[in-house]
């Protein structure tokens, strides 16, 4: 007996042991999948719980870079020092622990550890040229660290930042102590997406939404997102504001960081019909790389670029409106520009001092903001403006206040609570300069300012009348849509569905023409006759809400699948399946819309392993992209009660919004006659009274819109023929 237990007994230590290998094997494959897909924070939860972490010294050099990326410096030095213990051959150990610590200031050490490494390195290679630079900058912050301060500064604090990134800020020029800025923040839309625009947990980041926020009596209040008109799947960042705060500029960037200057005129609370306009014919180009656009009045413009032409990566350019017509962008010249790059560029009221970022080797590392004055008819040599203001990383998008008291602007120092975040920099003297207004800045050419008698504004105000007035194709409106995901019949509708459908009923508003097909799934609740019954008295609760939004019920089509085309197999090795219960309770749909209408639609249907996917709705769903045949074989008002549904396991309810009736249907046939031989099938066994539909798209074809396809779909000639 005492054998038998200790057999046992030792055979369960081994189960226990074999279990957690494979458990610290997945921990430390998730790390490192995180890791490569830059997820740092993701990938340090992995590589704390792996237990070899400490022993493993190209784990130890992977966990410090992401202690380093977390804002944790002295972490990522103990890390690279213990990888350097266990005589670790990966030298990069040696810049990391340089970077270390000149993210904490502390100069004389990082340069230290970045000679070490560069005598590790191919003399003159890029990297070696690289590090050569880092190492002047440690020089050149060592020696300056300690100049006057002329700000205190501090962090905006958890109610405006977070995790994610904060930048670009803007302040209202009509409301006072409101603030503009972007975020990718995990509540921007289209969610976590990776390089190709689709859903990617693993890999993919959120883009940038654009939002605002309010200083009152010392406190902020709630963040608020720009309406889902403005905010998309794309990255959208705030660039300006009209003088009198009439129109707001922002681009609609893609992953590459490129896009297109839009405007809005705050109107579109008001008209859903009016989609953001995009801004052609403007000497800021975003689809060219342009950024970081300043309007220093109605006629004068200030913007970043690396375009041909310059001194290297970003330059400072500007523009004018002479006699209605914008001249070509003027770069600032060699004084201010450099063969590094020079960004977020902010002109003061009386255009005396111009406020921009630059990575050149003269800063306290990264980006500094720098300040340049306009005397005696040129630029000054930019200064520094030194800590507290500038910090061992980047600090971009200063904006100053009107009273020239304060300046917010955004940084990724080691003090923030992830990537950047807004900083308030509040002056020890007041900038008086921000309090002098000047109509014609005084580095502006005098003749090339003459007979202004119609500035930008009023120019864009009266293109946007024009538009209105002109009918023209909609530009192209992008969706990024979701299942509609319920746990019970009392869920259908709640916040998270809710949202998404205001959205969907925003744009179809825009676009009259287009219809929506509702696809209701669910796992199997006993009978196959309440499964699609109550599938499609889901859908209907949908189709309600959608015309309290505003949706009309002709634009409106249901379908009930109820359990017989799940996405997650029902059962896993005869048990059910947890993944079935939360993926299968969901309504899909799709957008209809003719030819002359652009909608681009990203559908994100649930991601389920292969092991666990069931192939049904694959199968449907893809025969649906062509033309199919169903055979109808009932209608009901009521629920259908018929011993012919225990014999298919491919019937749909189908149903108008705007009809009292339900249609039920068979199979989702590519050819007339497979539809013909069931349908044969159903007289001589079921039900006489039947006949064949045929659907484009999944959407039931009328005679009309069958012989119009039929020139490309040859299948319809037979339907014809019935």
């Known amino acids: 007996m005492n054998i038998k237990r200790l057999v046992i007994l030792v055979f369960i230590i081994n189960l226990v042991f074999i279990h957690n290998t494979y458990a610290q094997k997945a921990q430390l494959k998730q790390g490192n999948i995180y890791f490569e897909a830059g997820k740092y924070n993701q ?60 993210a904490k200031g502390e100069y004389i ?51 405006v930042n977070t995790e994610f990134d904060e930048y670009g800020p803007v302040q209202s020029p009509t409301k006072v102590n409101r603030y503009y800025f972007s975020s990718t923040r995990s509540e921007s839309t289209g969610g976590l997406r990776n390089g190709e625009g689709l859903t990617d947990v693993i890999r993919g980041f959120y883009s940038s939404d654009i939002y605002y926020v309010d200083l009152k009596d010392g406190n902020w209040s709630s963040v608020l997102p720009f309406d889902n008109l403005i ?51 403007f000497p800021f180009n975003g689809d060219n790389g342009d950024k970081d656009l300043h309007f220093f009045n109605d006629s004068l413009i200030i913007f970043s670029s690396n375009r041909s032409g310059g001194f290297g990566g970003y ?32 002109l003061t009221k009386n255009s005396k001092f111009l406020y921009f970022s630059s990575d050149k080797p003269e800063t306290l590392g990264g980006y500094d903001i720098f300040k340049s004055e306009y005397k005696y008819d040129q630029w000054t040599e930019a200064i520094n403006l030194f800590a507290p203001i500038n910090s061992p990383r980047d600090d971009i998008d200063m904006e100053i206040s009107a009273d020239g008291m304060t300046a917010i602007f955004a940084s990724n120092r080691i003090t923030s609570k992830g990537g950047f975040d807004l900083y308030m920099a509040y002056f020890k003297e007041q900038i008086i300069d921000q309090l002098e207004y000047t ?43 979701k299942p509609l995901y319920y746990t019970s019949d009392e869920d259908v509708l709640n916040i998270s569905n809710v949202n998404q459908l205001k959205k969907i009923a925003e744009m179809m508003v825009i676009y009259p023409l287009s219809k929506i097909m509702l696809w209701s799934h669910s796992t199997s609740e006993g009978r196959q006759e309440i499964d699609l019954y109550f599938s499609i008295k889901r859908a209907e609760k949908i189709s309600e809400q959608l015309q309290k939004f505003g949706i009309g019920l002709n634009r409106i089509q249901m379908f009930g699948c109820g359990s017989n085309f799940p996405l997650a197999a029902p059962y896993l090795n005869n048990i059910p399946s947890s993944l079935a219960e939360k993926t299968n309770k969901r309504i899909d749909f799709n957008i209809i819309s003719d030819s002359s209408t652009t909608i681009k639609v990203t559908y994100d249907l649930p991601i389920v392993a292969e092991q666990y ?66 349908k044969e ?32 779909f040859d299948q319809l000639e037979y339907f014809l023929k019935e």
């Not at 000679?115 to 020089?139: A, R």
């Open 681 to 712: 099938q159903l007289a001589s066994k079921y039900v006489i009274d039947t006949q064949i539909n045929a659907y484009h798209q999944g959407r039931k074809l009328n005679k009309q819109e069958a012989l119009k396809l039929s020139v490309d």
């Open 109 to 159: 050490d990082a340069a230290r550890f970045y000679k070490t490494y560069l005598n590790t390195l191919k003399t003159n290679s890029d990297e070696w040229i690289k590090i050569v630079s880092e190492i002047k900058k440690c020089g050149f912050a060592k020696n300056k660290r300690f100049n006057s301060q002329i700000a205190f500064v501090e962090n905006l604090g958890g109610y």
């Open 439 to 481: 109509e014609t800045p005084i580095f502006v050419e005098p003749l090339m300012v003459a007979d202004v008698s119609q500035d930008s504004i009023t120019l864009i105000k009266q293109n946007v009348i024009k538009e209105i007035i002109t009918p023209k194709p909609m530009p192209e409106r992008e969706l990024v849509g």
């Open 231 to 281: 905010n998309t799947s794309k990255s959208e960042r705030i660039q300006d504001f009209s003088s009198d705060g009439s129109i707001m500029f922002y681009t609609k960037e893609n992953i590459q960081n490129k896009g297109i200057l839009y405007t809005d005129t705050f109107q579109l609370d008001k008209n859903l019909e009016r989609l953001p306009t995009p801004l052609y014919n």
């Open 315 to 346: 330059d400072i350019y500007y523009a004018i409106l002479s006699n209605n017509v914008w001249s070509e962008a003027t770069n600032f010249g060699p004084v201010l520009n450099s063969s590094s790059n020079e960004v977020s560029p902010y």
């Open 613 to 678: 996917r069931d192939t049904k709705w694959d199968i449907f769903n893809d025969k649906n992209k062509g033309v199919t045949f169903r055979i109808q074989f009932a209608e009901a008002i009521q629920m259908l009660k018929n011993d012919i549904l225990n014999h298919y396991t491919d019937i749909i309810i189908e149903k108008s919004a705007d009809e009292s009736k339900y249609i039920y249907t068979i199979g989702n046939f590519k050819t007339y006659s497979d539809a013909l031989k069931v």
């Open 43 to 102: 990938a340090l939860k992995a590589f704390n719980t792996y237990k070899k972490t400490i022993k493993e010294p190209q784990t130890l050099i992977k966990r410090g870079i992401c202690y380093l990326k977390t804002n944790q410096p002295d972490e990522c030095i103990e890390d690279m020092a213990a990888a350097h213990q266990l005589k670790s051959l990966d030298n990069t150990r040696f810049k990391y622990s340089a970077m270390a610590y000149f």
